[in-house]
């Protein structure tokens, strides 16, 4: 892994306020992630959690402040100067260098397994039908799905889709992967093989994480860092060593205590 | 009913005509269904708008008025006139495509979101996304609709005997009826025959592309998947590993 460099961010939060109707969901939010950097998004239901990975993704756009990847902003383009609402072909632009995962894995059902993985390399990145192919193959080994390569998506369970689906977001080598709590969605029997493989992935690429779960031993493990969030703000920034054994809120105690005894 | 042979043969005769207006009808009716269709999607509200009034003015209106307007007026308002059955076709097509590009939208709109969300994820621009992944899905949707509009469209097609275009009811009511006038039951019964024939035949397609863009969303198992299934025996667990 290479050093994380603290003088520039990956991401960068500033002052991003998000609202649904009359409900704020995000308010004044401040935070960075440096390259290279796993942190986990905890919190109950309704806490902006997920929010912020489908803001980073450009599926919502923020209603104040700033967000940027890779130091360029990602709500807005600068054009002549000044700030102003970013074009579809700037997000596009941005957007290659950021990767998620999704709870319900949205694979397309139209395409096979390999048709998934080559869909975004060969139109988006520009590779062609082989080195895409080659790149498929190579991840599929990783999520240890080889055989499944002309399978449909259809045809496989729940684990092995998200295996796909993060081996379909590896494959556009992004520089930032967000983890929709991908593993909510399977059956218990099929979690801890989804989590394992995130964490080879973790230890072994440079990428940043950006991670929502309720996994907590997951969390712990995996994360430099977890952030508390509560009502849109962040309640709570450290270390998973820190943060699970001694929080410095009670509301985060109480949280853990609901999370881990369910 | 010793005239069926010529009955038979009278109404054939006008087979081609029907057939060939059916067929340009349904190419024109799929062309603009797809293009309205989209249109009405659009983000924008003046192309929503223009095409609202195509669609309602082509939904609204009937179809033999309109034969009549391009047929008739049109002439007289830019001085030369299509040739009969030319003129059937666009009149079958614009007016069917008006109802697809509801068919079309409705399907578009059935897509989950998840997959505008997944192609996006992938930076996917807007015309791929559609392309690649929203309409491929969309179309299943769209396939059972379209046949009940092909079906219509083939009916429709009768109204071709308005302005002289020798297609099967024209056939029937011009040539046969002056001829065997006696045998009218005889006549509409074998015409009867013949659209019911060629619905089942529209049916009959429709139900086979149904089936083929069901397997490729993997929603009915294709026919290789179904032997490898068989191979694999009674005790097979593909498909149930981890």
């Known amino acids: 892994m290479s050093t994380p460099d603290t003088t520039e961010p990956m991401i960068v939060f500033d002052g991003v306020e998000k609202r649904f109707g009359s409900n704020v969901v995000l308010k004044d939010l401040h935070f960075t992630v440096a390259p290279g950097e796993h942190v986990t998004l905890i919190g109950p239901s309704g806490s902006g959690k997920t929010t912020i990975l489908r803001l980073l993704m450009t599926l919502e756009q923020c209603n104040e402040g700033t967000i940027s990847v890779g130091g360029r902003y990602l709500s807005h383009e600068m054009r002549g100067g000044k700030l102003g609402p970013p074009r579809e072909k700037y997000l596009r632009d941005v957007r290659k260098h950021i990767g998620m995962v999704f709870q319900q894995f949205n694979l397309f059902p139209n395409m096979t397994v390999r048709g998934n993985l080559i869909e975004g390399p060969t139109r988006v990145l520009g590779l062609s039908r082989d080195e895409a192919n080659g790149r498929a193959e190579e991840l599929l080994d990783l999520v240890g799905l080889k055989e499944k390569i002309d399978a449909h998506p259809t045809q496989l369970s729940g684990g092995q889709q998200q295996r796909v689906a993060i081996a379909r977001a590896l494959a556009m080598r992004p520089d930032v992967l967000l983890l929709d709590e991908v593993t909510s969605a399977l059956d218990p029997e099929l979690v801890a093989g989804v989590l394992k493989l995130l964490q080879d992935i973790g230890d072994t690429t440079d990428i940043t994480i950006l991670c929502v779960t309720h996994e907590m031993g997951f969390a712990r493990d995996f994360s430099h860092r977890v952030m508390m969030f509560d009502g849109g703000r962040v309640l709570e920034d450290a270390p998973p060593a820190k943060l699970f054994t001694d929080p410095d809120h009670q509301r985060t105690r109480d949280f853990l205590h609901a999370v881990l005894n369910h | ?242």
């Open chain 2, 1 to 242: 009913m010793e005239n069926l042979p010529q009955i038979v043969g009278v109404l054939s005769d006008g087979l081609p005509e029907t057939v060939i207006a059916t067929l340009g009808g349904v190419l024109l009716t799929i062309i603009l269904s797809i293009v309205a269709g989209l249109l009405l999607l659009s983000s924008s509200r003046t192309v929503r708008g223009v095409t609202r009034v195509y669609v309602e003015g082509f939904r609204g209106t009937s179809e033999v008025v309109q034969l009549f307007w391009i047929y008739f007026v049109l002439p007289v308002l830019v001085g030369f006139q299509l040739l009969p059955l030319f003129a059937g076709i666009v009149v079958l097509g614009l007016n069917h495509g008006a109802y697809g590009a509801e068919i079309v939208r409705g399907a578009v709109r059935s897509v989950p979101r998840a997959q505008y969300e997944g192609a996006i994820a992938l930076s996917l621009s807007p015309a791929q996304r559609m392309r690649r992944v929203i309409l491929p899905q969309a179309v299943v949707e769209m396939l059972p609709p379209f046949n009940n509009l092909f079906i219509q469209l083939l009916k429709s097609s009768a109204i071709l005997a308005l302005i002289t275009v020798p297609e099967v009811t024209r056939q029937a009511r011009e040539v046969l009826i002056p001829n065997f006038g006696a045998d009218t039951l005889l006549i509409f019964g074998v015409t009867f025959v013949i659209y019911l024939v060629l619905a089942a035949l529209i049916t009959l397609v429709m139900r086979l592309l149904e089936r083929m863009a069901s397997a490729r969303l993997g929603r009915r198992p294709s026919r290789a998947a179904r032997a490898a299934a068989r191979a694999a025996g009674p005790t097979g667990t593909e498909g149930v590993a981890v």
